[in-house]
């Protein structure tokens, strides 16, 4: 696949996926990559194993990422190339959605101004 | 000699959440559940009650069986028992104690992936019912034919029933599962 149909294919991601492919940024095993995206979100993301199990292998299938090691029965992930090409654009995604926010916060919290 | 106690369940299914709280409420009585055998009958038994959070997931046996069970394990979930229901397919269910009343741990933590495990059950259901209904009705036949000592059109008539009952079961399961997905989705924008 090349970028702009790696992009096509998995953006936009869910929350899930994406706390994932930032957790990978490092090589981790899965509940490594739990408690990481826990941190991050500060609790509010509590990422549930069968969940995770699920999405680990739909990333490992699409080479998103790909298994760099297996300590005992932990297998450790990294991201891949193509798994970077997908993040940088949802990261990029983000962004806008986040500018787009930041615009309109005022208006959404209330006020009702009608523009 | 512990004390356990039997319970022949063949219409209950782990989707959805009615067999997790009926679990759940024989542990807080004291009655944990050690065994599925067969496909329908549950053991029980006795222990200190507990307040447990039971959960199912769907997995197909293959080599990475142990590393799926691994992760489970290190995010605080037992493995109790696995519900045989095809060649190397399961149910797994596994507890895990609350650490506080009424809280919920989950291992589906989105709705994106819960939908996509009971897609996947559906598929299941829909690759196997039709060789598990072929498997019954060559089951059906001669044992109603030479043990029950039917005629022919009799035993073709039970057989019949049997692979209608069959069928009408696998429907059944299919469109509960729908009802689930549906209900998942009804609430996400």
Not at chain 1, 54 to 72: C, F, H, P, R, S
Not at chain 2, 22 to 29: D, I, S, T
Not at chain 2, 52 to 64: K, T
Not at chain 2, 91 to 108: A, D, K, L, V
Request: aromatic share 10%; proline share 3%.
């Amino acid at each position: 696949m090349d970028s702009s149909e790696l992009i096509r294919t998995y953006v936009p991601m869910s929350e899930t996926a994406y706390y994932i492919l930032l957790s990978l940024l490092s090589p981790r095993h899965g509940y490594a990559i739990m408690q990481h995206v826990e941190e991050l979100t500060r609790g509010r993301i509590h990422l549930g194993a069968g969940t995770l199990y699920g999405t680990l292998g739909k990333m490992e299938k699409g080479a998103l990422i790909e298994i760099t090691a297996e300590e005992d029965k932990r297998k450790i992930y990294q991201i891949t190339e193509a798994g970077r090409t997908v993040l940088t654009a949802e990261i990029a995604r983000i962004t806008e959605l986040y500018l787009n926010g930041k615009a309109h916060g005022d208006q959404a919290k209330g006020g009702g101004e009608i523009a | 000699m512990r004390e356990r106690k039997y319970r022949f369940k063949p219409f209950a299914s782990p989707i959805g959440c009615r067999l997790s709280r009926y679990l759940e409420r024989q542990a807080r009585a004291g009655w944990h559940l050690e065994r599925i055998s067969g496909i329908c009958l549950f053991t029980f038994v006795r222990g200190e009650p507990r307040d447990d959070a039971i959960r199912a997931d769907f997995h197909h046996v293959d080599g990475d069986t142990g590393a799926y069970l691994q992760l489970f394990a290190d995010s605080g979930w037992d493995l109790i028992c696995r519900k045989w229901e095809w060649v190397g397919d399961y149910w797994y269910f596994f507890r895990q104690t609350r650490s506080r009343p009424g809280e919920e741990p989950e291992i589906y933590s989105d709705a994106d992936t819960q939908i996509r495990l009971y897609q996947g059950y559906i598929r299941f259901l829909c690759n196997s019912g039709g060789l598990m209904l072929l498997l019954l009705a060559v089951l059906f036949f001669p044992l109603s034919l030479l043990l029950l000592g039917l005629s022919p059109a009799e035993s073709a008539f039970v057989t019949a029933c049997g692979v209608l009952g069959g069928l009408a079961s696998y429907l059944v399961m299919i469109l509960l599962t729908r009802r689930k997905i549906r209900a998942l989705r009804a609430n996400q924008l």
